[in-house]
C-alpha cells in the first residue's frame, strides 16, 4: 500500500474532511476513484477499508477530499485520524523524477564525498518539511528532505546523494 496522506479533521457540515498529504500534487488523487483507509499505517493491504473518493480540493493553505459515504460531521469524526493511500497500481502514473515516499524506503545514502550514511528506514512529517530517518547499524540519523541537503534521488538506481556530513 502507498500511503498518500492522513485525514486530520472533519471540515465543515456535509462529510469533507481536512487531509494532510504526503506528497507535492493532490490534486493528481481526483483521478482516483477509491482510496484506502487504515488507523495502522503498517496494517497489511488486504486490511485497508475501500471507499470512494468523490472530490479533493484545495482549500486555502490546506486540502479537502469527501469520500462516499460520509455526508456529515459526525461520520467524518467517526473516521478518526485515519491514513489513507492506495495500491500502487491504482495511482495515477508518475512523470519523470517523480517517486512516492514508499519508493524510498531501503534506498541507500550517499554523502558528497561518497561515504556511506546508511538506508532510510522511514520518512517522517514534521510540518515544515519531511525528513528521512536514515539507519546505519546503531546509528539513526534524521535528514531533512530539503533541496539544500538531498541533492540527488535515484530509485532505479538505489540511492539519494545528500550533502550531509559522517560526522553530524
Known amino acids: 500500500m502507498i500511503v498518500l496522506g492522513r485525514i486530520v ?11 494532510h498529504p504526503f506528497g507535492d500534487d493532490p ?3 481526483q483521478k482516483m476513484p477509491q482510496w484506502w483507509l487504515s488507523a495502522d499505517v503498517d496494517a497489511p493491504a488486504e486490511t485497508w477499508k475501500v471507499r470512494g ?13 469527501k469520500l462516499a ?11 478518526g ?3 489513507f493511500g492506495a495500491p500502487r497500481d491504482a495511482l495515477p502514473p508518475l512523470v519523470q523524477d517523480e517517486y512516492y515516499w514508499a519508493d524510498l524506503i ?7 564525498r561518497d561515504q556511506p550514511l546508511g538506508r532510510v528506514k522511514s520518512l517522517v512529517e514534521t510540518g515544515a518539511n519531511e525528513v528521512l530517518v536514515v539507519v546505519d547499524g546503531e546509528q ?3 535528514l531533512p528532505f530539503v533541496e539544500h541537503v538531498v541533492k540527488a ?16
Request: one cysteine or more; proline letters at 3%; aromatic letters at 8%.
Open 9 to 19: 479533521a472533519p471540515f465543515g457540515v456535509h462529510g469533507w474532511l481536512r487531509v
Open 106 to 112: 531501503g534506498l541507500a545514502v550517499v554523502n558528497m
Open 140 to 142: 539513526e540519523r534524521l
Open 27 to 29: 490534486e493528481a488523487w
Open 53 to 65: 473518493l468523490e472530490a479533493v480540493k484545495l482549500h486555502g493553505d490546506g486540502v479537502v477530499a
Open 153 to 168: 534521488v535515484d530509485v532505479p538506481g538505489g540511492t539519494i546523494r545528500v550533502d550531509w556530513d559522517s560526522d553530524w
Open 81 to 83: 485520524n485515519c491514513y
Open 69 to 79: 459515504g460520509i455526508d456529515d460531521r459526525d461520520a467524518s469524526e467517526a473516521l
